[in-house]
């Protein structure tokens, strides 16, 4: 029975790439052109207008915004998910979890191609492969966790409270500033920077830029407290999506 | 194994009506028993909004009761759904695999039926064409193909009989008819008394929410027609 899911999940996600790709005529290409724009103008804006001073500024803000696109698409995507597939959950017996995880599944293949993309940059702006990134896949995998935890919570509540979705993307637009995506903690005071700490993306993003750009390894101590976190999370993601599910077919069409 | 495949004691289901803080909910269902039992080919009448549509979506398990109880043999109950899940811009084939999976199939039953979809279809070139290209004949020809490949314990049907043109109705018509008097157990909603009468060995009468008769065909119908509120019921079409 759990198999069924698990190949649902997997032919949904193949299907909603196809789609994807089908409905414009670029297709696969707006995989890496759309996120390749996006960074295109963070980096005129903060590195060509504004002349951030930061040495490496272009690799940082690249290796930063890869990381976060991709939690932020599966945050966006993942929690519209179950409120744009009510007319489906009214009309069939399935878990309300699978809809998310279509789409944060189907983020995620995307954001290998785009990572993969970054790598290549790397290489050539002077970044070469290290021993440490084998340290990426649980960086990885963690903020994986994080960003469905986040998906899932969403997704469970978005069908009973829509006026959710004007909140989102400002709540995304402030969590990309605190992340130290597109400028640097270091610009924190002190006291402040403690609180940081326990941002999840803050510290996922430091730690894949330590390994990307700098062959550092990780600080395992706060990617711990992060994965604990991510796990907390997720856990409670999916525990409120299945204890909400009765409630979406009762609600107005 | 005597006992019934589905039960319902007393069963009340609420819905939401808007939106809204607070806002009331209202009962789609208020108090309805039955049983159901293998080879049952029972129909269901009632006026618009008498909750026959949700007593078919609680007997799926899609909506579970607020009040009441309902029990259930290790059964499968799936209401005939077409063009469950399609996409527009995927292949006749790939619509076929995900509406399979969509309706509890596993991959490889779903492939291993890919070719009767086909036949039935008779889509020809167009299967591996998006659906966009479809014409509404061919969608229906496509998903009720996908649809009858599912073969629940119990089949819930939901007005739908035939679907597509003269030609593809019939074929349709009797496969359907076909699969219904096979054996299966059957939960029938229809507004047409032949219909009722062809499929169902008993009828259910349900009326804002609540049993009102149950049991031999002609006799619920009778007293359907009888009602003096049947005044708005649709006339039985021909």
């Known amino acids: ?253 | 194994m005597n006992g019934p495949l589905v039960a319902l004691e007393n069963v009340g289901v609420a819905f939401n009506a808007q939106l809204r803080v607070g806002a009331a909910r209202f009962w789609a269902l208020e108090d309805v028993s039955l049983e159901l039992r293998a080879g049952d080919r029972l129909g269901v009448i009632g006026r618009n909004g008498a909750g026959k549509s949700t007593l078919l979506r609680t007997i799926a398990g899609i909506v579970v009761p607020d009040r009441g109880r309902i029990r259930r043999a290790p059964v499968t109950c799936q209401l005939l759904s077409l063009a469950l899940g399609f996409m527009p811009h995927l292949s006749g084939r790939d619509n076929a695999v995900l509406s399979g999976l969509l309706l509890g199939l596993r991959r490889r039953e779903i492939v291993a039926r890919l070719p009767a979809i086909l036949e039935f279809s008779e889509l020809g070139d167009f299967f591996e064409q998006p659906i966009s290209s479809y014409s509404t004949g061919m969608l229906m020809r496509l998903g009720f193909s996908v649809a009858m490949q599912v073969e629940p314990d119990v089949l819930l049907i939901d007005e739908i009989l035939a679907v597509g043109d003269a030609e593809f109705a019939q074929k349709s018509g009797a496969a359907l008819r076909e699969r219904i008097h096979g054996g299966t157990t059957v939960v029938f909603v229809s507004h047409r008394d032949e219909q009722i009468r062809e499929v169902c060995n008993r009828a259910l009468w349900i009326e804002h929410g609540r049993n009102v008769m149950q049991g031999d065909v002609e006799q619920v119908l009778q007293a359907y027609h009888a009602d003096p509120h049947a005044l708005g019921a649709p006339p039985a079409a021909a």
Not at chain 1, 36 to 42: L, Q
Not at chain 1, 85 to 92: H, K, S, T
Not at chain 1, 226 to 235: D, E, F, T
């Open chain 1, 1 to 253: 029975m759990r198999l069924h899911y698990v190949e649902l999940v997997l032919f949904s996600t193949y299907a909603e790439l196809r789609a994807e790709s089908a409905r414009s005529y670029l297709g696969l290409i707006w995989w890496v052109l759309e996120p390749a724009m996006n960074m295109a103008v963070y980096y005129l804006v903060f590195s060509l207008i504004l002349r951030s001073a930061q040495a490496d500024y272009v690799p940082f803000l690249l290796v930063g915004l890869t990381l976060w696109q991709w939690f932020k698409s599966c945050v966006s995507h993942g929690g519209y998910s179950i409120w744009q597939q009510l007319p489906l959950i009214r009309q069939v017996k399935l878990p309300s979890l699978v809809f998310p995880s279509v789409q944060i599944l189907a983020d995620t293949v995307k954001f290998v191609f785009i990572l993969a993309l970054l790598i290549a940059i790397l290489y050539c702006a002077g970044y070469p492969p290290n021993v440490q990134y084998v340290a990426l896949l649980p960086v990885l995998l963690v903020e994986l966790l994080f960003a469905a935890g986040a998906a899932y919570c969403l997704a469970a509540l978005v069908p009973l409270l829509p006026d959710l979705r004007f909140v989102i993307e400002q709540v995304l637009q402030v969590m990309l500033f605190v992340s130290g995506i597109v400028f640097s903690l270091d610009a924190v005071p002190e006291p402040m920077r403690r609180w940081f700490a326990w941002n999840p993306i803050a510290v996922l993003v430091d730690a894949g830029r330590g390994i990307l750009l700098h062959a550092r390894w990780p600080d395992w101590l706060a990617l711990g407290r992060v994965a604990l976190i991510s796990l907390a999370l997720y856990a409670f993601g999916a525990w409120l999506v299945a204890r909400l599910h009765p409630r979406y077919v009762k609600l107005p069409a």
